[in-house]
């Protein structure tokens, strides 16, 4: 059974970075099937979609946090991370991992991690 | 960014009673290939969104077949033909169409 799981600091003061890791288990981040994702949801919001990753290292970022955003992929610890770099209020929200069979079907999650922009 | 619209955002139905959500994007989801890439989650409370819906039509593994989802182009609908308390959350359209992925509103069914 596959299982992703965040983590990383709840609180992060404004103008600071926003570091947060998944970590996979129950299955290997370099099998090549899938895309490994960010999404985002602020509390009482909907949700939107950050960016992914491929195991080679390839990533998409959605253009309106691309200046400020790195996915990045360790396969030997079989983790992705994320950093959000610049950040401010409307930055917290809770932050998803999730398994993307290649089209958007996302059919594993994490629990989603609270992160909270505050000084 | 291709826009999603969701209707209703809120949905209060009587267990036992058929619901359905619409769902319509600003630019068609049928692909070259042939594919639809409409999707449709569940975000039950507490807790992350799961796949109900793949490609338009497509159950999810586990989904119950009482989640049916139709449509083609720039519209879409997702229905329960009957609403059980289990079904109580947010559901989501999402396109994946073109990146990046964006999801419509998202619509809160609650039991009456």
């Known amino acids: 059974q596959v299982q992703l799981q965040e983590s990383g600091p709840g609180l992060v003061k404004p103008s600071q970075t926003l570091s947060l890791t998944c970590t996979v288990s129950?299955?290997?981040?370099?099998?090549?099937?899938?895309?490994w994702s960010w999404i985002r949801q602020p509390p009482g919001k909907g949700l939107e979609w950050i960016g992914y990753?491929?195991?080679?290292?390839?990533?998409y970022y959605n253009p309106s946090l691309k200046s400020r955003v790195t996915i990045s992929v360790d396969t030997s610890k079989n983790q992705f991370s994320l950093k959000l770099s610049s950040v401010t209020a409307a930055d917290t929200a809770v932050y998803y991992c999730?398994?993307?069979?290649?089209?958007?079907?996302?059919?594993?999650w994490g629990q989603g991690t609270l992160v909270t922009v505050s000084s | 960014d291709i826009v999603m619209t969701q209707t209703p955002l809120s949905l209060s139905v009587t267990p036992g009673q058929p619901a359905s959500i619409s769902c319509k994007s600003s630019?068609?989801?049928?692909?070259?290939?042939?594919?639809?890439?409409l999707y449709w989650y569940l975000q039950k409370p507490g807790q992350p969104p799961q796949l109900l819906i793949y490609?338009?039509?497509n159950r999810f593994s586990g989904v119950p077949d009482r989640f049916s989802g139709s449509g083609s182009g720039t519209d879409f609908t997702l229905k329960i033909s009957r609403v059980e308390a289990e079904d109580v959350g947010v559901y989501y359209c999402?396109?994946?169409?073109?990146?990046?992925?964006?999801f419509g509103q998202g619509t809160k069914v609650e039991i009456k």
């Open positions: 999402m396109q994946s169409i073109q990146l990046p992925w964006t």
């Open positions: 630019q068609s989801l049928l692909h070259s290939d042939g594919k639809t890439y």
């Open positions: 129950g299955g290997s981040i370099s099998s090549g099937d899938y895309y």
């Open positions: 999730a398994r993307d069979l290649g089209y958007g079907d996302y059919d594993y």
């Open positions: 990753i491929y195991y080679s290292g390839s990533t």
């Open positions: 490609e338009v039509s």
